[in-house]
């Protein structure tokens, strides 16, 4: 890459200079970042034009998301070609702090949590594996609004991340895609069979940017993420309207268009009723679809799609891309004349589906007029999916009215697009064992009589290399000095640490660099909030999106009961503690927004209370995204994982958590299960009901919040401090939280687990005493991390979903 630290420091100057004809001194701090970038940038360019004339045709993947939540590139790209030290160097001798560099990276918020950082660590893991796989998504203008806390509230920023530009974007107008909406469908009779016309429809023009994605110490592989923006069609019919005079129209058709790629929608698991939405699911996949085509015809120069399946596969991160199927359907019958089984047979053999939630209310449909007018074709193409689905069900003697009722497309004047992507898919995959088993045996039942050989299994897991290599450099040194490199490639090498589990001195080196991570959170949280933490407490951290199931509250109820006692008894407390929150609540969501109000001002109470805030300390960290997540899961000694069993998919902060260490206090829910496997349940906490519990109580009923109410007065002290007096200056609140466990009996099952929730707690207050056992732990933790690297997940798509192979990274690291 560069020969040396001045060759580096040779080309940089000279893309200063050529980028914005600047010298050093005459560059602001983002020339310097977006100089560095660019420089990078070409390189990678370089490396994808060498090896892409010599490579043989291999199969693509392309992994069709409406989320993408990558992070920060620079600091990652710096290590994946292995030149931190030298670039870090180089810039010094030219009086520039890479760190300061790193600093002026927007982190794209593209996403809102787990499902887009998923998406993210797949790139990663599939551009390591030497997989030709791709993202396809949205360029956002504005991504997840950047949340400030005001007077304890959550206040929403507009996210205006392309204000200076992404240098590591690459807009390719040449390459851009007609996405075709509303109008009407005439059919005919050409030569014998019957034909479907797409007419008076409106024109968008799909304009794609693309982001390379290179990983670890592999520049043989470099892949694309692609993600398009929505531009109006500057053609001579708007030439025309403009000439006549119809100014507003021309400009109202502009800025509706230009809505389709303008934001993100804020929730993740409720369904904003929106045609925007809508709009926004079928552009992006019209113009994926429609370039992979266009890009599968060149590559294979062939006029013909007949062997698509066999050379690419789509893959749809939950139901928002779903209209893949019928879209991909469209072209090939109306585009390529092919007939309804061979077009069919490509597009189930083509595209796969993960399932992300399990929840009823989450799951995605649109009524059936809005489909109709917005997408006139495709409607039509999924009422034939359907017809011809309960057909087969006929044939094949399931067409009780419970299956079908259960399985049609069609219900109330909805499209559930569930259904239509398990009919016109390959592979349906959960992504944690439980939520696998909840998937077969509960909502998807009947499906799985049906098509039970394309249930699957894929659990989750995440890009180690950022979420430890890279955001824990004083972790990463120590476990290299102590078991050597390769577990940088293979995480499965993290093993070895086992070795050290009696080595005092490595365990009290493990605390230490702990200690140094946390000092690093607190400096930063003074310097952003102002707040000040004493890095010698135990740092209990839940930091995920706030939401009712994942029971931020029941990690509130848990804290004022803390308080309380120690109110009545100082010496109840062992150790001093710092209860950390982050996460953003959907602006709609007024339950998540009343829990932050709620943390902020047990913060407050606590803090003014000469007491106890010597040994409590409760903070709100604002606006949590990837960035803030790499500095605040290396410095956690306690990761929360509470959500009510079975609500949880699988959760990949816990994977995070524990590769830095920390010990997980949690329910067994989603792949807190496998957690507990990998690592034994001696070295996990495990509290409340199990899934099968509450499944049993929201099928049969049986369970009376008010009876744990009155049963404990731990419980009702706390519940009664939700309702005034307590807290300074506020009358009701939190009404809408106290009601959710007494008036609404609590669907979430809090009050039913707050006794082994304090109890499981308090175990963990007591080893933190005994740090060589704390330690212990924490290093067994890392040691079987490993199975939760993305790479391993992406090997199991590889071979199971996507037949496709991939590079022996076993063979690499005995080198
Ligand atoms: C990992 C991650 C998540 C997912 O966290 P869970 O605890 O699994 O809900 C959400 N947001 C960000 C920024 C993340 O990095």
Redesign the pocket.
């Known amino acids: 890459m560069f020969a040396d630290k001045e060759s580096f420091k040779q080309a940089y100057l000279m893309k200063l200079l050529e980028g914005e004809g600047l010298t050093l001194n005459e560059a602001t701090l983002w020339d310097k970042f977006s100089a560095l970038v660019i420089l990078l940038k070409e390189k990678i360019s370089m490396y994808r034009a060498v090896n892409r004339n010599s490579q043989s045709l291999v199969k693509q993947v392309y992994y069709f998301s409406m989320e993408f939540?990558i992070g920060r590139l620079l600091l990652n790209y710096l290590i994946n070609f292995k030149i931190e030290d030298l670039v870090r160097e180089g810039l010094a001798d030219l009086s520039i702090d890479l760190d300061d560099l790193l600093e002026q990276e927007a982190d794209p918020g593209l996403g809102n949590?787990?499902l887009g950082?998923l998406a993210a660590c797949f790139l990663d893991s599939m551009a390591f594996l030497g997989i030709g796989g791709h993202g396809n998504g949205i360029r956002y203008k504005y991504g997840l609004f950047e949340q400030k806390i005001v007077s304890g509230n959550q206040v929403e920023v507009a996210d205006n991340w392309l204000t200076n530009g992404y240098p590591w974007e690459t807009c390719k107008p040449e390459e851009a895609i007609v996405v075709k909406l509303k109008g009407n469908v005439r059919t005919d009779i050409i030569d014998g069979r019957l034909t479907f016309f797409h007419e008076n429809y409106e024109s968008v023009l799909a304009v794609p940017y693309d982001v390379p994605i290179m990983s670890y110490d592999n520049t043989l592989s470099i892949n694309t993420l692609r993600l398009w923006s929505a531009k109006p069609i500057c053609g001579e019919l708007d030439l025309a309207c403009f000439n006549r005079g119809e100014f507003n129209l021309t400009s109202s058709y502009e800025s509706e268009v230009e809505t389709i790629s303008y934001i993100l929608y804020p929730d993740e698991s409720s369904r904003a009723g929106r045609e925007l939405r809508l709009k926004q699911e079928y552009f992006f996949v019209a113009a994926g679809l429609g370039s992979i085509v266009r890009d599968y015809k060149k590559r294979h120069n062939s006029s013909s799609l007949q062997g698509f399946s066999r050379w690419v596969a789509v893959h749809i991160n939950d139901t928002h891309p779903v209209l893949c199927i019928p879209e991909l359907m469209r072209i090939l019958l109306d585009e390529e004349g092919l007939g309804w089984n061979e077009a069919w047979n490509i597009t189930v053999n083509t595209i796969s589906f993960t399932n992300h939630t399990i929840m009823p209310e989450a799951m995605e449909k649109w009524p059936i007029d809005l489909v109709k007018s917005l997408l006139p074709r495709i409607y039509l193409i999924i009422e034939e999916i359907d017809r011809r689905f309960k057909e087969d069900l006929k044939r094949r003697f399931m067409d009780d009215e419970e299956t079908i009722g259960n399985t049609q497309i069609f219900k109330d004047g909805y499209v559930r697009m569930a259904n239509l992507a398990i009919i016109g898919c390959s592979s349906v995959n959960g992504v944690a064992k439980l939520h696998t088993d909840i998937i077969k045996n509960e909502i998807f039942r009947d499906f799985y009589r049906i098509f039970g050989y394309k249930f699957n299994n894929k659990t989750n897991g995440?890009n180690y290399r950022r979420f430890l290599l890279a955001a824990n450099p004083k972790l990463s040194h120590l476990i290299t000095d102590a078991i050597g490199p390769n577990w940088k490639e293979d995480a499965a090498e993290l093993k070895k640490l086992h070795g050290l589990k009696d080595n005092s001195s490595f365990l009290e080196q493990l605390a230490k660099v702990k200690y140094e991570n946390k000092c690093r959170l607190v400096e930063r949280i003074k310097k952003t909030q102002g707040l000040i933490l004493d890095p010698a407490s135990i740092f209990d951290v839940q930091?995920?999106?706030i939401h009712a199931y994942?029971r931020q509250l029941l990690n509130v109820l848990k804290i004022m009961h803390l308080y309380n006692k120690a109110l009545n008894d100082p010496e109840s407390l062992t150790g001093s503690h710092t209860f950390i929150f982050g996460g953003k609540a959907a602006p709609g969501y007024h339950y998540a927004k009343t829990v932050i109000k709620l943390i902020n001002a047990l913060s407050r109470k606590i803090e003014q209370d000469p007491k106890v805030n010597k040994k409590l300390k409760v903070v709100f960290i604002e606006n949590?995204?990837?960035s803030?997540?790499e500095l605040i899961y290396p410095a956690a000694d306690i990761s929360e994982?509470i959500s009510t069993a079975s609500k949880?998919a699988?959760?990949?902060?816990?994977m995070?958590f524990m590769m830095n260490g920390a010990l997980t206090l949690g329910t067994l829910d989603g792949a807190n299960v496998e957690i507990k496997e990998a690592v034994g349940e001696e070295n996990i906490f495990i509290f409340g009901l199990n899934a099968e519990q509450v499944l049993n109580y929201t099928r049969n009923g049986g369970y009376k919040s008010w009876d744990e109410y009155h049963a404990n007065s731990v419980i009702s002290t706390c519940v009664d401090q939700l309702r005034g007096g307590f807290f300074e200056n506020m009358g009701e609140e939190f009404r809408v939280l106290y009601d959710s466990l007494l008036i609404y009996n609590d669907e979430f099952f809090v009050l039913k687990d707050f006794p082994s929730y304090i109890d499981t707690h308090k175990k963990l207050q007591a080893l933190y005493l005994d740090q060589k056992s704390w330690n212990r732990i924490s290093l067994v933790n890392m040691a079987e991390s490993g199975v939760f690297s993305s790479d391993r997940s992406i090997r199991e798509y590889a071979d199971g979903i996507w037949k496709i192979k991939y590079r022996n990274v076993n063979n690499l690291t005995s080198h």
């Open positions: 939540l949590g787990g950082r995440v930091v995920k999106r994942k949590f995204n990837v803030q997540g994982q949880e699988s959760g990949t902060g816990n995070k």
